[in-house]
Each structure stands twice: as C-alpha cells, then as structure tokens.
C-alpha cells in the first residue's frame, strides 16, 4: 500500500528530526529544569517513533496505541505540540513539531477513512491481538 510507506517513511524522518531538536533545545536551555525535561521527551519520543515504525515486537506490545494509524496519529500530533510549545525558542524544533503533526493528522485521516485496515501492523499476519477480556496484549505469532 503507497499509502502505507509514504506515511512510514515520514514518520522515520519526524522521528529522527525529533532528536536532535530535543538535543538542541537541551543544549540552548539556561536553567529552567521543565525545558530540560521536555527536551529530554521529545528525544525519548524520537527514539520511539523510529522504533516503532521499525515494527520492533516488544515495543508495540509495550506501546500498543502506536500499532493503529489513529494512534500513531495522535502520538505525533502529541510530539508536534511539545516541539512548538518548547520554550526554547529552536526555529528547528518548530520546524520539526509543524511537520509532525501534519504527519500525524494525515495518519488520523487514514485512521478515519479505512478504518477496517487502521492496524498498520499486518493485521493479516494476526499479531498484536488483544484477548477476548481485552486487558493485555498477546502475540498469536
């Protein structure tokens, strides 16, 4: 599906932009602990973008929201906002947190459109399914 990687792709790059905008703003922090914090967040962030979309099986059994577009969507549209709202001042960090909320808006889109086939994790291969109770994750794998 196009559609699929195009979204794929944009996330690796939101993630790996997410990285050095947090190591930036880290770096062009004074001394206000929170910006230090949410800077350290959205590096965390970065690394689990990427590694998400490199369909690491531990992580997305851990992180389960990040195995649906909807999901996913919501996380980056969440990272774009703590990159505008980051008080640092990074004009890379703007630039980055714009992007990826449009990413994560269009991956909502897919979400919403095809919602039969919002699970981006294979759903034909059957892995990730929650049991019947619906309280923890299980890989029929």
Request: glycine share 12%; aromatic share 12%.
């Amino acid at each position: 599906d196009t559609v699929a990687k195009v979204l794929r792709i944009a996330s690796v790059i939101c993630g790996i932009g997410l990285i050095p905008a947090g190591i930036f703003g880290f770096l062009t922090s004074i001394v206000n602990p929170v910006q230090y914090i949410v800077n350290i967040y959205l590096i965390i962030f970065g690394v689990l973008v990427v590694l998400a979309e490199c369909r690491i099986e531990r992580l997305l059994t851990a992180f389960r929201f990040l195995t649906t577009y909807g999901g996913r969507g919501a996380f980056y549209i969440f990272c774009g906002t703590l990159c505008i709202g980051n008080p640092t001042g990074n004009a890379f960090a703007f630039v980055v947190g714009v992007i990826i909320i449009l990413n994560g808006l269009c991956a909502v889109v897919v979400a919403f459109k095809f919602p039969e086939g919002s699970s981006s994790t294979e759903a034909k291969a059957g892995q990730y399914q929650a049991d019947p109770a619906g309280t923890t994750p299980s890989s029929s794998a």
